[in-house]
């Protein structure tokens, strides 16, 4: 039986997520945004494959919804993902922004 004085013991601080940033994307968007986040530890560093990479465990694209469809029709994207697939078995695109960002895109 837990006494009341082990009920009461902090719980051991949990070690930061640990997020590499790709040196290629800008440092204002999301990069500001993981460095105001005290659970996660941003490094800036150049990453072969991929945009940010969590914990050695996954790898992550972001990509505009225009630069999505543009490199849908110049073949970029299928080479980027398998890429991707062969660097890490967890990975993922992020697609940002709003299907009116499409006009005007050569799709």
């Not at 039986?1 to 902090?10: C, G, R, T």
């Not at 972001?62 to 073949?75: E, L, M, W, Y």
């Amino acid at each position: 039986m837990a006494s009341d004085e082990d009920a009461a013991a902090p719980a051991a601080p949990a070690r930061p997520i640990r997020v590499v940033v790709d040196d290629r994307e800008p440092a204002e968007t999301v990069l500001a945004a993981l460095q105001r986040m005290p659970e996660v530890e941003a490094i800036v560093s150049r990453l072969p494959v991929g945009d940010y990479q969590v914990d050695d465990e996954c790898l992550i694209e972001r990509k505009t919804v225009s630069d999505f469809a543009a490199s849908i029709v110049d073949g970029r994207l299928f080479r980027q993902a398998r890429r991707l697939a062969g660097a890490s078995p967890l990975c993922a695109v992020i697609l940002e922004g709003r299907a009116s960002d499409l006009s005007g895109c050569p799709v």
